[in-house]
């Protein structure tokens, strides 16, 4: 576990590590961690958790705020792991600490607070994609700025099948319904990724590729359908500065 510097007083984000990318792109790419770190803000204290190989986060109160990252895993399996961490978050949200979770992240915030999370029945979306606001992203303090349409990052086998009482949906696509939300006044979940850039998408199209002729998609036109896509990764700084304004 990273630890920062005693005297810091940057706000203390804790990064919870779910998983970690295929072997070939960790070279190339660095980690899912390492991505975050890269489009989060530098003015905060970030800590890396691997709550995966079960390294622990302390208590929720020891952070400003949480980051949750994407996974290979399934959060239907319902690994020990996994469903510890769960628990620890929903106790976050209780407390009313920011919370952003991804891909998986999202998928375990719905299932920790109530919601479903499993595969949905029109299979994997993967590549980049455009998605829609809802009118309640307007008065939503992280997405209240950004386009109503922007493209976004995406790759993933389950969903959020069904939200957690009381969420706030505010995007969706044609694919997939729940694209992101917010449960009270401070956690969010995005289906999308934030922290990839448009050579990490190729890069994971082109591993993909086998598969996805598999089920009946189209890799080529994947692949070269891959566009940079920055509303999305505004994301990561957005919700930093909502941390920082805290």
């Avoid at 295929?22 to 989060?40: K, N, T, V």
């Amino acid at each position: 576990m990273d630890t920062p510097e005693t005297e810091s007083t940057a706000p203390r984000v804790v990064i919870l590590k779910t998983g970690s990318t295929y072997a070939g792109l960790r070279g190339q790419f660095g980690d899912f961690d390492e991505w975050f770190i890269r489009g989060l803000s530098p003015d905060l204290a970030l800590v890396v958790v691997n709550v995966e190989a079960g390294e622990s986060p302390g208590e929720p109160e020891d952070w400003d705020a949480i980051v949750i990252t994407g996974s290979p895993a399934m959060v239907s399996d319902r690994a020990p792991w996994s469903e510890a961490t769960a628990t620890w978050i929903a106790s976050a949200v209780r407390k009313e600490i920011p919370v952003l979770g991804v891909c998986y992240g999202h998928q375990l915030l719905a299932h920790a607070l109530g919601g479903e999370a499993g595969y949905p029945p029109r299979g994997r979306e993967t590549g980049t994609h455009s998605v829609e606001l809802l009118p309640a992203a307007k008065t939503d303090p992280l997405f209240q700025s950004m386009p109503t349409r922007f493209k976004a990052h995406l790759t993933h086998r389950q969903s959020a099948l069904q939200l957690p009482p009381g969420a706030v949906l505010l995007a969706r696509n044609d694919f997939e319904p729940h694209q992101a939300f917010r449960v009270g006044t401070c956690a969010w979940g995005v289906q999308f990724h934030p922290e990839f850039n448009d050579a990490i998408m190729k890069a994971y199209l082109e591993v993909q590729a086998p598969d996805l002729e598999k089920e009946n998609l189209d890799s080529a036109a994947l692949i070269a359908g891959v566009e940079p896509a920055p509303e999305a990764s505004s994301l990561l700084k957005r919700f930093s500065e909502l941390v920082l304004q805290r």
